[in-house]
């Protein structure tokens, strides 16, 4: 909202010495945020004079273009007092009319320096301008033409253009839609600068004339959508009337642009007060004015232009030709007021704000009345701002109002609110006494009465967003100052700190980190595209998503259920910009919905029971906690101290196992099969017989589908399972001083048994000497014979209380060889 100091200053009386930017902090210590002050003038320097063209000689050029040699008085403004000569390429002016003259030796906006210069064959001494060339517009079309009272050649312009008037431009809350009008900012000026006697001038505080019988007939079929509509009629209209300079400039300093004396009135009036309003061109309408819903089916063609297939939610406007309006929102062509307009019907309405909103967002309207509506506006000065609007077009415009006044409907009235009196004190921790309570909120125009502790405030018209105890305390806080609310420190309570739950994901964080992953986030939205690109089955749970209401990719509508979609777009990116290898993991929620039914909804009045709690919780989706980690490329570099290596699919796992030990967790891998991961190279994770997640190497298809290296490895678990497996105390290792024993076996086996069922046997015979088993070396090859594999383990024995014999670690290999050759049919070579 942009607001002229000058404008702000015909409502409310501040002390002479304010500044604006005084004025701009006051605001915005009351709510209105400042975005920016804007000084026109202060862009420009050197002379700026009105001036009047004495001739003006149109000069047709080579290029195809015409000139208009120009003699023009600006009094003694340029030290001779004789006429001064100027080229001007603009059309829009005439002998005898008054123009703004800038003179050699000025500076304007862009650091445009005028001089005297020959060009076109003549001297120019100076430049006739144009709005755009001041600054004060974008639209460059034509030159400023002042009114023929403007002023006399040589007064400086600077006043006649209103150029010393500041502009300030607020950032207005959506809760603060009486701000969207010069009336509600000067309210709040006057509630800023109360203490030092500003008094405040209601522009809509005006004697309007009652309503008849013989005014414009209206019938209102849906009340509840629109309440009021008051409609008057202007005949004797003068389209060709321009629309005067002054009004022309605010409405330029307010941001929009003048188009028409018809639509400029409405719009000024829009700004003066906050009430929107529409003119129809009377001539056009065809029997009395309804309002009512939109039937399926039916279509408008709105003012600009566009044909809108109408929804039966949506508040319309019509006669007897059909509609002629999405009301509140935009008017449509068939009562456009045009060129040829000379009986005006105004339209002053007060609409139902929340059909406002779903009527523009369902159409992408986005109109100043739309704005405005949508955030709800004072009911209460329709008949002013109809009046108001009548009163310029008869002065501006040569009209004659008809006497008729029609008045459908009435007004809503707000309802009062209960409240503690000390309840802003308590709520803000600010000494608010009871008194100024009161005084604060009769200052932003509440009627209040008091009942010993309690108050009852009933909210001004133009303030729909005061509608609970809450909203009050805000209007006494910001009053008093939120500068001024006390800054304390909560005290923690001892022995607090991280919880358990806390702890294991920081711990995982480390050791993921340790292992050279790099943590991302991204986002927890799925489309069928990705996981089609993962190979993810059709019968796959993981197909079956949350799908959200209001998603912001239509090509991801549902909530993830596996973390791999993100993590793998991340890595195929910094990939692409260059990255040799990435190894990225990320911790996050996913969604299984439990599909029963809809959510119930409670209202707000009182708390919710325990059982419709639990009715509430019982539809939620089960949202457990994933892990996931994507290596891709290169992952050991290489250097002088010898070859590099690209990732594998035992680095998934090898990561998985890491993190297992790090937890104190005993890990279980097994041969599984599962998308995306390739069947050959993908390892189930268990712990306690329960599965966890898998890991291994990705599927081939799924690498080239999203853009990773081939033999980009993955894993991804539930990690809310993994931590709840972590035991309450981890015990501390052993050791011994006792000399370590060392024993390798190789063993035979099928190619189709996993080299973790054969570690698992080895381990389960070997028995308590055991300190540590690594397989070191697979072999296959004609020496082995075709089906089968030669695995090589490295086995370490130690006692705590004695050194081993030959015996003792030969007993303990034996026996592990036994139960390998038991359990995976494994034969020592």
């Given at each position: 909202m942009k607001a002229p100091v000058s404008w702000i200053k015909d409502y409310v009386a501040l002390p002479g010495d304010v500044t604006t930017e005084q004025l701009a902090a006051r605001l915005t210590a009351l709510g209105l945020k400042l975005e920016a002050i804007e000084s026109p003038g202060d862009q420009i320097t050197g002379p700026l004079v009105v001036g009047r063209v004495l001739t003006r000689e149109p000069e047709p050029q080579k290029n195809g273009k015409t000139i208009n040699w120009c003699t023009v008085d600006v009094g003694d403004a340029n030290g001779t007092g004789e006429p001064q000569g100027i080229v001007c390429g603009a059309h829009n002016f005439d002998a005898g009319d008054l123009v703004v003259v800038v003179l050699p030796g000025a500076v304007l906006p862009g650091g445009f320096a005028i001089s005297a210069r020959k060009t076109y064959g003549h001297v120019s001494a100076g430049m006739i301008c144009s709005a755009a060339e001041l600054g004060l517009s974008a639209d460059g079309e034509g030159i400023i033409v002042l009114p023929p009272d403007a002023g006399r050649p040589g007064d400086d312009a600077f006043e006649v253009l209103g150029l010393h008037d500041d502009v300030i431009e607020f950032e207005i809350n959506p809760d603060r839609a009486y701000a969207l009008s010069l009336r509600g900012v000067a309210r709040e000026a006057a509630l800023a600068y109360r203490e030092e006697g500003a008094t405040f001038t209601d522009p809509a505080a005006r004697a309007t004339p009652p309503a008849d019988a013989d005014g414009y007939p209206v019938v209102i079929d849906d009340p509840e959508g629109c309440p009021l509509f008051v409609a008057r009629l202007v005949e004797g209209f003068d389209p060709s009337a321009p629309t005067p300079d002054w009004m022309a400039r605010r409405l330029v300093q307010a941001g929009m642009r003048p188009i028409s004396l018809a639509v400029d009135v409405t719009n000024y009036v829009m700004l003066e007060i906050g009430r929107p309003i529409h003119a129809y061109d009377a001539d056009k309408l065809t029997g009395p004015i309804g309002v009512r819903r939109a039937r399926a089916g039916e279509r408008l063609t709105t003012l600009d232009g566009t044909d809108r297939a109408l929804s039966p939610e949506d508040l319309v406007v019509t006669d007897d030709s059909g509609i002629i309006g999405l009301g509140g929102v935009m008017g449509g062509e068939p009562t456009e007021i045009s060129g040829t307009t000379t009986r005006v019907l105004v339209e002053s309405a007060h609409w139902d704000a929340t059909s406002m909103f779903r009527t523009g967002k369902r159409h992408k309207i986005g109109s100043e009345a739309g704005k405005r509506n949508e955030r709800g506006v004072d009911p209460t000065v329709c008949e002013a701002a109809a009046d108001r609007v009548v009163e310029l077009l008869v002065t501006h415009g040569g009209g004659v109002a008809v006497p008729g006044v029609t008045v459908a409907g009435s007004a809503p009235q707000p309802r009062p609110i209960e409240m503690a009196v000390d309840l802003p004190a308590r709520i803000s921790g600010m000494p608010v006494p009871d008194e100024t309570t009161v005084a604060h909120l009769e200052a932003v125009g509440c009627a209040v009465s008091t009942a010993g502790d309690t108050l009852a405030a009933t909210p001004p018209p133009w303030r729909p967003d005061l509608n609970d105890p809450y909203d009050l305390v805000e209007e006494v806080a910001r009053i008093v100052g939120y500068d001024q609310v006390p800054s304390v420190l909560p005290t923690p309570g001892a022995g607090r700190g991280l919880t358990r739950s806390q702890q294991l994901r920081r711990r995982v964080g480390r050791t993921l980190a340790g292992a050279g992953c790099v943590e991302v986030i991204s986002f927890p939205f799925v489309g069928e595209a990705a996981l089609d690109q993962l190979g993810v089955p059709a019968d796959d749970p993981r197909r079956h998503t949350v799908r959200l209401a209001n998603p912001l990719s239509s090509e991801e509508p549902g909530y993830t259920t596996t973390l791999l979609p993100g993590l793998v777009k991340a890595a195929s990116r910094n990939l692409g910009r260059g990255a040799p290898g990435v190894a990225l993991f990320e911790t996050g929620t996913v969604a299984f919905p439990v599909d029963r039914g809809p959510a119930p909804i409670f209202g707000v009045e009182t708390r919710p029971s325990a059982d419709d709690l639990a009715a509430l919780l019982d539809t939620l989706p089960r949202q457990p906690l994933h892990l996931a980690v994507v290596l891709a490329g290169e992952r050991e570099r290489a250097g002088w101290w010898g070859a590099g290596r690209d990732t594998a699919w035992s680095d998934a796992v090898g990561v998985a196992r890491r993190l297992a030990t790090e937890l104190g967790v005993d890990l279980e891998v097994r041969a599984a099969a599962l998308a995306p991961w390739h069947p050959g190279r993908c390892a189930e994770l268990l712990v306690g017989g329960s599965s966890l997640g898998h890991a291994g190497e990705l599927h081939p298809n799924a690498c080239r589908a999203t853009g990773l290296p081939p033999r980009s490895a993955a894993l991804e678990l539930d990690l809310d399972a993994l931590l709840a497996a972590v035991p309450d105390a981890v015990a501390g290792p052993d050791f011994s001083s006792y000399p370590?024993?060392?024993?390798?076996?190789?063993?035979?086996?099928?190619?189709?048994?996993?080299?973790?069922?054969?570690?698992?046997?080895?381990?389960?015979?070997?028995?308590?000497?055991?300190?540590?088993?690594?397989?070191?070396?697979?072999?296959?090859?004609?020496?082995?014979?075709?089906?089968?594999?030669?695995?090589?383990?490295?086995?370490?024995?130690?006692a705590s209380d004695r050194t081993l014999t030959e015996e003792d670690t030969s007993a303990a290999r034996d026996a592990a060889v036994a139960a390998a050759r038991e359990r995976c049919g494994a034969v020592q070579r």
């Open positions: 370590l024993a060392k024993e390798d076996v190789a063993l035979l086996v099928d190619t189709s048994v996993s080299v973790a069922e054969v570690e698992t046997a080895l381990r389960a015979g070997a028995g308590d000497l055991l300190e540590s088993i690594r397989l070191f070396d697979v072999y296959t090859g004609e020496q082995v014979g075709e089906g089968r594999k030669s695995l090589a383990f490295a086995l370490r024995f130690r």
